[in-house]
């Protein structure tokens, strides 16, 4: 690889995948343990220690319990679980025993992160979630507390809430809307870690024309422009992509998945790629996408 591991502490592995089948341009499908393990070796190999999961995302847990376990590194590693968007948020002893099955699941005795698994649940931000909360903390279970969003509405609300540590967001070459919104300007202000998610819109981004769902048709102008962008820089959309996220928000985390070992090295080889700047103009003639593009929840597939 080029470069060398000094910035992959901005780099998180998204394990979704390793607990479901996940992501418009996955073709292998959900990877067993052995393939799952090898994913967690060699990011890890590669200098990322965080790893981001779900008590939501199928056995994901287990799964990363299972691979800490057998390359022995629990005790060096961070985690960033979401609790599970079915869980009663109002009934602290619920939320205490998902807690305690996350931790017992993956093996280690701290998150580095604990989120909300949307938005939705910042309503429930008071009374008997908070004092789970501020109980965890202190009893160094978790570190900090978060929120998943997907509206730069919800982020700007969570940066007002005592408590949030982390706002993880989807945000890629093609959607600028929390960039717009100041989001992470305000976080940045506040000490919130923004984590950056959907680096390559759940692999859309990625997709070539003839692979594109008729539904989401509408992004093949996109997807032209960003191949003209490629061809004058003499670089993939992939690495585009990346070098607009390592480009524009130096201090974010960023949180990407892969089904396969060799997607990780593929990432992370083009995230090490020497900085190639791309004027920022080059990213505004991007704008212009609808929701129904860039929030996958709205895909009709």
């Given at each position: 690889m080029e470069g060398s591991k000094h910035n992959l502490d901005q780099l998180i592995l998204g394990t979704a995948q390793l607990g479901m089948p996940y992501g418009i341009a996955n073709k292998t499908g959900r990877p067993n343990q052995k393939n799952a393990t090898q994913i967690i070796e060699t990011a890890w190999s590669s200098g990322i220690k965080t790893f981001d999961t779900a008590q939501g995302y199928g056995n994901s847990e287990e799964v990363l319990g299972r691979a800490f376990h057998d390359l022995s590194i629990s005790g060096d590693l961070k985690v960033i679980s979401k609790l599970h968007p079915k869980l009663n948020h109002q009934n602290r002893d619920e939320l205490v025993r998902s807690l305690e099955n996350s931790l017992t699941l993956m093996g280690v005795s701290q998150l580095y992160g604990l989120l909300l698994h949307s938005e939705e649940l910042l309503a429930l931000w008071e009374g008997s979630l908070v004092e789970f909360a501020e109980s965890a903390i202190k009893k160094r279970l978790v570190k900090k507390f978060g929120v998943s969003v997907y509206s730069p509405e919800a982020?700007?609300?969570?940066?007002?809430?005592?408590?949030?540590g982390i706002i993880q967001l989807p945000t890629n070459i093609l959607?600028?809307?929390?960039?717009?919104?100041?989001?992470?300007?305000?976080?940045?202000?506040?000490?919130?870690?923004?984590?950056?998610?959907?680096?390559?819109?759940?692999?859309?981004?990625?997709?070539?024309?003839?692979?594109?769902?008729?539904?989401?048709?509408?992004?093949?102008?996109?997807?032209?422009?960003?191949?003209?962008?490629?061809?004058?820089?003499?670089?993939?959309?992939?690495?585009?992509?990346?070098?607009?996220?390592?480009?524009?928000?130096?201090?974010?985390?960023?949180?990407?998945?892969?089904?396969?070992?060799?997607?990780?090295?593929?990432?992370?080889?083009?995230?090490?790629?020497?900085?190639?700047?791309?004027?920022?103009?080059?990213?505004?003639?991007?704008?212009?996408?609808?929701?129904?593009?860039?929030?996958?929840?709205?895909?009709?597939?």
């Open positions: 982020a700007l609300q969570a940066t007002e809430i005592p408590g949030i959607d600028r809307r929390f960039v717009d919104a100041g989001v992470f300007e305000l976080a940045k202000k506040k000490g919130i870690e923004v984590h950056i998610r959907s680096a390559f819109l759940q692999g859309l981004i990625l997709l070539q024309v003839d692979e594109i769902p008729a539904s989401l048709k509408k992004v093949t102008g996109a997807l032209s422009h960003l191949d003209e962008l490629c061809k004058g820089y003499s670089i993939t959309r992939q690495q585009l992509a990346l070098t607009y996220l390592k480009q524009e928000f130096p201090e974010a985390k960023l949180v990407f998945g892969a089904e396969t070992a060799k997607q990780v090295t593929g990432n992370i080889d083009c995230w090490q790629k020497k900085n190639i700047v791309i004027p920022p103009e080059a990213w505004k003639q991007l704008e212009g996408l609808d929701q129904e593009i860039l929030n996958p929840s709205l895909w009709k597939l």
